[in-house]
């Protein structure tokens, strides 16, 4: 599945119309403004999404995302040992360590440490869905200037099905958001992009220089705060 945190692969569809080819430009004779290769970002669809709560103890932090998450199918992963209890109202279902061995058998060290603690990759073995987005226990919502609670998973799943460009990075802003245009000199054979595998938030309140590392060489990311 195609992931808002990580993922192995991607299975976004690349959007056609969000740039033409330089070959295009050349045959036509026209240069397209950015507002006719724009597409509106995709409205949520909670059939094609699974959110991974890992957690080691309360999942009382989930009230603080119910506004956001509860249309969604959550995959709570049991970290350790201790009993998670999941808030009503939500859509979820729970697996423990005990779970990941009796699935996985022989090949459960893979996700289960020697002190038994079951890793939250362990989600993305089990989703059946195309997109993922994972939360930790420690985060919470953010907002934006006026109040209003930000919605992660709409940003990030606009970021899954418009390209990335890792190989001339424009700082300014993104071109590929509605209205937006390229920055003067943004190479036209670089301005498809490549399709995005990976979309990785970062912490608001500290400098998260860990996302950085963890995602070092991957090629198709995109990151947002």
């Not at 669809?45 to 709560?53: N, T």
């Not at 506004?67 to 109202?89: D, E, K, M, N």
């Not at 670089?190 to 996302?211: C, D, I, P």
Request: charge should be positive; include cysteine.
């Amino acid at each position: 599945p195609t992931a808002a945190f990580a993922s192995v692969e991607s299975r976004a569809p690349q959007p056609a119309c969000l740039a033409c080819t330089r070959q295009d430009i050349f045959r036509h004779g026209w240069l397209p403004h950015r507002a006719t290769m724009s597409t509106a970002a995709p409205k949520p669809r909670p059939d094609l999404i699974d959110v991974i709560v890992a957690a080691s103890g309360s999942l009382a932090f989930l009230d603080k995302w119910r506004a956001v998450l509860q249309p969604y199918h959550l995959v709570i992963i049991q970290t350790g040992s201790s009993p998670v209890s999941v808030p009503a109202g939500f859509d979820a279902e729970v697996h423990t360590p005990a779970d990941a061995k009796a699935k996985l058998g022989a090949k459960a060290w893979v996700v289960v440490s020697p002190e038994g603690q079951l890793s939250p990759a362990y989600g993305f073995l089990v989703s059946k869905k195309r997109y993922v987005y994972t939360i930790a226990e420690d985060l919470a919502p953010a907002t934006d200037p006026s109040g209003k609670m930000v919605d992660p998973v709409a940003g990030h799943l606009a970021n899954l099905t418009s390209p990335a460009a890792p190989l001339f990075f424009n700082t300014l802003y993104d071109p590929y958001r509605a209205g937006a245009d390229f920055v003067r000199g943004y190479p036209f054979s670089m301005r498809e992009g490549k399709q995005t595998a990976v979309s990785h938030g970062l912490w608001l309140n500290r400098m998260g220089t860990r996302a950085c590392v963890v995602l070092h060489g991957l090629w198709l990311c995109r990151m947002d705060t």
